[in-house]
């Protein structure tokens, strides 16, 4: 006489950036159960997860955030091992994912980037950290510069999305839907994302490998914008948010890096 098993799987709850790259997925084991990832992502995607198990034990625990490292086929998440054959099984889960490694709490707080700007180019830094106009509580930058102005990378990295279809602009943050973007991960585990550039202006992609001073896009004014400007952040990616960071600056001739100031402006002589 075979035992009877009862098998449920519950569908995910997902928050993503991450949604068409990744996946999570099941087989079954000689002993129960195992928990695949497959991440097509260029960096690592981190999976926060909550079983509903009955008659099953988890090798990696219950509630947790598992990173899944970039381009990687059959990751395993967690064994689901059986405990009495007898009895019934029931599993289900529910996940969030996202890009990067939510656990990540250090990086290079030194790290001297190049402004994202020409050589000989000189612009205003119209807003800077936790600025009055819609960077409350945000390390984040805006240069204003007119459409159509060449950006380059303020740092090695890999290219990780990039949006450029739109062409829609306001000034509420209701057209922050809009943002077309460029976003590149560094090796030290940040992200950075280079804002409201114009249609079809970007002159990188996904899986691009970028040079510091690279040419990589022009600046627009489309989004959530109140007139022609690039807005920089690097930032720690989260499950479901981001942790924004402050950065320094190599400015003038490129000899000393600093902290840049709203209202005043900034030349690259380099």
Same mark, same amino acid.
């Given at each position: 006489m +075979?035992?009877?098993v009862?098998?449920?799987?519950?569908?995910?709850?997902?928050?993503?950036?991450?949604?068409?790259?990744?996946?999570?997925y099941?087989?079954?084991?000689?002993?129960?159960?195992?928990?695949?990832?497959?991440?097509?992502?260029?960096?690592? *995607?981190s999976?926060?997860?909550?079983?509903?198990?009955?008659?099953?034990?988890?090798?990696?625990?219950?509630?947790? *955030?598992?990173?899944?490292?970039?381009?990687?086929?059959?990751?395993?998440?967690?064994?689901?091992?059986?405990?009495?054959?007898?009895?019934?099984i029931?599993?289900?889960?529910? @996940?969030?994912?996202?890009?990067?490694?939510h656990?990540?709490?250090?990086?290079? @707080?030194?790290? &001297?980037?190049?402004?994202?700007?020409?050589?000989?180019?000189?612009?205003?830094? @119209?807003?800077?950290?936790?600025g009055?106009?819609?960077?409350?509580?945000?390390?984040?930058?805006?240069?204003?510069?007119?459409?159509?102005? +060449?950006?380059?990378?303020?740092?090695?990295?890999?290219?990780?999305?990039?949006e450029?279809s739109?062409?829609?602009?306001?000034?509420?943050?209701?057209?922050?839907?809009?943002?077309?973007?460029?976003?590149?991960?560094?090796?030290?585990?940040?992200?950075?994302?280079?804002?409201?550039i114009?249609?079809?202006?970007?002159?990188? &992609?996904?899986?691009?490998?970028? +040079?510091?001073? =690279?040419f990589?896009g022009?600046?627009?004014?489309?989004?959530?914008?109140?007139?022609?400007?690039?807005?920089?952040?690097?930032f720690? =990616?989260?499950?479901?948010?981001?942790?924004?960071?402050?950065?320094?600056?190599?400015?003038?001739?490129?000899?000393k890096a600093?902290?840049?100031?709203e209202?005043?402006?900034?030349?690259?002589?380099?």
């Amino acid at each position: 006489m +075979k035992n009877i098993v009862l098998f449920i799987l519950l569908l995910p709850s997902v928050v993503v950036v991450a949604q068409d790259n990744f996946k999570l997925y099941y087989e079954q084991t000689d002993t129960g159960f195992q928990i695949l990832a497959d991440n097509d992502e260029y960096s690592p *995607v981190s999976a926060q997860m909550t079983f509903r198990l009955e008659n099953l034990n988890s090798s990696k625990g219950n509630n947790k *955030v598992f990173v899944v490292p970039p381009r990687t086929k059959r990751h395993i998440i967690t064994d689901l091992t059986v405990i009495d054959r007898k009895k019934r099984i029931k599993l289900g889960y529910e @996940s969030s994912f996202n890009h990067g490694n939510h656990n990540l709490k250090e990086y290079d @707080s030194n790290f &001297k980037y190049y402004l994202p700007f020409g050589k000989g180019e000189t612009f205003w830094l @119209s807003q800077g950290y936790n600025g009055n106009t819609s960077h409350q509580n945000e390390n984040a930058l805006d240069f204003k510069m007119p459409i159509g102005t +060449k950006i380059y990378a303020a740092r090695d990295g890999i290219v990780i999305d990039v949006e450029e279809s739109y062409s829609k602009s306001c000034t509420s943050s209701e057209c922050a839907k809009y943002n077309n973007f460029i976003l590149v991960y560094h090796s030290d585990g940040t992200f950075a994302e280079y804002t409201h550039i114009k249609k079809d202006g970007a002159k990188v &992609k996904a899986g691009d490998q970028i +040079k510091m001073g =690279q040419f990589i896009g022009y600046s627009g004014d489309v989004g959530w914008a109140t007139g022609p400007h690039l807005h920089f952040i690097v930032f720690f =990616q989260r499950i479901k948010e981001r942790i924004t960071l402050k950065t320094k600056f190599l400015t003038g001739n490129g000899k000393k890096a600093i902290a840049l100031v709203e209202k005043e402006q900034y030349t690259r002589a380099y």
